[in-house]
């Protein structure tokens, strides 16, 4: 994202001139804001200068901002609670004009936060990353020097959480204010510090997704110790880049990745469904030891003693695939089974889907004492 901001459209402008300025960039980019979304701020001695409630910040002009005493806003943090109403009604009642429009409804944040441009979007590249399930641990990595703020309800309950949560914080040394599911705050004491405050943090999630579309480099090595570890012996890994591999570690086969063995006999070597690598490799793999423990406990009589939990091959999510076994031989052993599976689930959308056995006759399948004798020998 490119700063649009031109020195030579800023010549002779006063403050209030400066927010209208910048405020128009932020609205004139839809991958900010939409339709009547954000708002700025400006503060000019003691009155808060704030988008008022139905203007446009792509269209916004002087009287689209509403003068509000920056001190009365503050001082309705006080209260514990207050109601929506309360709320508006409260930031009228200090409006400097009353023929001005309603305060927007974060006129309190803005008010509180110690700066005097402030501008807020709700970013389309910033709320990707925070609305994914891997949003939180992502931006806290990427915005280290940023307050972070769980999502809150807009209006006095966010405007409040942010005063308890900002008590102990140098506003000196933050940046900016991310909200969760939401959108950001910059600021600055200039206008153009405040919009290219926004333009760099922006910046920032875009490229973030954009490094994400790229082929994911999983760590290959990692994988091997773990499986070895959690199978209690060093594994053989093959790892299988061939064009069936690659179109079933896909986004468009992840229908596929639980779906069951191709024919019956092949359990005692893949076990019903593979592990799926995707960000987190210890996580993913607790969890697949778990729901194996699960099943078994679901289907045994009692009788079976459970197999090792661990599974014996992967689906690397835009990679391939890998196999694990106690030595080569068993490794490609289960590469081929899983080569003719793959194919085989693929083609089979042509005729509605994919349908293996069942769960519990998987079940009595990987545990038939004659199948397992296969192994043994």
């Known amino acids: 994202m490119k700063s649009l901001y031109n020195k030579r459209d800023t010549n002779n402008l006063d403050d209030l001139d400066l927010r209208v300025y910048t405020s128009r960039l932020l609205g004139g980019d839809n991958s900010l804001v939409l339709h009547g979304g954000g708002n700025t ?12 409630s139905g203007w446009d910040l792509a269209t916004i002009k002087k009287e689209g901002f509403s003068p509000v005493k920056t001190i009365k806003l503050i001082e309705l943090l006080d209260y514990e609670r207050l109601s929506d109403s309360e709320m508006v009604r409260l930031q009228r009642e200090a409006l400097v004009d009353k023929n001005a429009p309603n305060p927007s409804v974060e006129a309190i944040l803005h008010a509180l936060i ?6 807020h979007t ?3 590249a910033m709320v990707t990353i925070s609305n994914s399930n891997q949003g939180e641990e992502i931006i806290s990595e990427l915005y280290r020097d940023y307050l972070i703020v769980p999502y809150i309800m807009p209006g006095f309950l ?8 900002s ?3 140098d506003w000196e040394v933050i940046k900016g204010i991310i909200l969760h599911n939401h959108g950001i705050f910059t600021f600055a004491n200039s206008a153009k510090g405040s919009y290219e405050n926004m333009i760099n943090a922006v910046t920032i999630a875009e490229e973030y997704i954009k490094k994400s579309k790229k082929k994911k480099v999983h760590n290959l090595e990692e994988i091997r110790i773990l499986i070895s570890e959690a199978k209690g ?26 779906r069951g063995v191709l024919t019956p006999e092949h359990i005692i070597r893949t076990k019903r469904v ?3 690598f995707k960000y987190n490799y210890k996580e993913e793999l607790e969890r697949y030891i778990d ?7 679901r289907y045994s009589d009692g009788s079976e003693v459970m197999l090792n939990p661990a599974p014996n091959w992967a689906v690397l999510r835009d990679f391939g695939t890998l196999s694990f076994g106690r030595d080569e031989r068993e490794a490609k052993i289960i590469e081929d089974i899983n080569n003719h599976t793959m194919r085989a689930m693929i083609d089979a959308k042509r005729f509605g889907g994919y349908k293996s056995i069942s769960q519990e006759d998987s079940f009595f399948m990987e545990y038939w004492e004659l199948e397992q004798n296969k192994l043994k020998k």
Do not use: W
């Open 122 to 124: 709700h970013a389309d």
């Open 158 to 165: 966010l405007a409040k959480t942010v005063y308890n949560m």
């Open 114 to 119: 110690p700066y005097k441009f402030v501008d």
């Open 233 to 258: 012996y060093e594994v053989v890994m093959r790892v299988n880049e061939s064009r069936v591999a690659k179109e079933f570690a896909s986004k468009e086969s992840e229908d596929l990745y639980s």
């Open 41 to 52: 701020s400006v503060k000019i001695d003691d009155i808060l200068y704030v988008k008022g």
């Open 167 to 169: 008590e102990t914080i």
């Open 274 to 276: 593979p592990i799926i």
């Open 291 to 297: 729901e194996y423990i699960e099943y078994f406990n």
